[in-house]
């Protein structure tokens, strides 16, 4: 069974559509995160949540809206896309990192590669 | 703001040596730094962390040390093989818990 799977693997759409990732993780963890990364391979957060509720926005546009049904769960709808957003997309899940010592591994998904014609 | 850097030529080495990577950042000192790889068309996945009070941390073939009065990490692979041919991503906590700053990660080629 995939840990963390997210669909779909490939998505190709025009400018100005609304599209969205979905992510499932099986691994109990409580906290899930999206990533972004760029043509030049930067891999840079987009946003974090743990159970349930939003902990990181990096200055994302509002165009951007993540949501948690439950733990499991993390999915991303895009509005009014840009060529800009044309990137891989990458969801992941750990433990929580906010305990006294942090640090948990990130496990991630195989990817979205988002082409915006 | 926090700036990871990571060489961005790839290296390439023959295989049975040891392949060295680096990771520097600046402007801040991180709780912890993890290190992960990336083949193609996957996600990252994770190798290594290692905390500020740890010099040295083992796994089989992979070595991290991390030296917090130079800011810099490094990563080896001993006797290394083709099959450790990836791309390799630094990645120090960021300003929360909640954040992991990558860098652009390194190449390694290892040849037969």
């Known amino acids: 069974d995939t840990a963390v799977s997210q669909t779909p693997k490939y998505l190709v759409t025009q400018m100005g559509n609304d599209k969205s990732i979905k992510c499932e993780q099986n691994l109990g963890h409580d906290t899930m995160y999206w990533y972004k990364q760029d043509s030049k391979k930067f891999l840079k957060i987009m946003f974090s949540?743990?159970?349930?509720?939003?902990?990181i926005n990096e200055t994302v546009p509002n165009r951007f809206s993540p949501k948690s049904p439950d733990k499991a769960h993390l999915n991303l709808h895009i509005n009014s896309l840009e060529l800009g957003d044309s990137a891989v997309y990458f969801c992941?899940?750990?433990?929580?990192?906010?305990?006294?010592?942090?640090?948990?591994?990130?496990?991630f998904g195989s990817g979205t590669q988002l082409s915006v014609l | 703001s926090q700036k990871i850097e990571q060489n961005s030529e790839a290296l390439n080495i023959q295989e049975g040596k040891t392949a060295t990577l680096t990771c520097n950042y600046t402007?801040?000192?991180?709780?912890?730094l993890q290190w992960y790889r990336q083949d193609p068309g996957r996600g990252p996945v994770f190798l290594l962390l290692i905390r500020e009070n740890e010099k040295e941390k083992r796994k089989e073939r992979l070595k991290v040390t991390f030296d917090t009065t130079l800011k810099q990490s490094l990563f080896h692979i001993t006797a290394s093989q083709p099959a450790d041919s990836a791309t390799y991503l630094c990645a120090p906590e960021g300003d929360s818990s909640y954040k992991l700053i990558f860098g652009s990660g390194t190449r390694l080629l290892v040849r037969p």
């Open positions: 992941a899940s750990s433990h929580d990192p906010g305990h006294r010592y942090g640090g948990e591994k990130l496990f």
């Open positions: 949540y743990n159970n349930k509720e939003l902990i």
């Open positions: 402007n801040y000192s991180p709780a912890y």
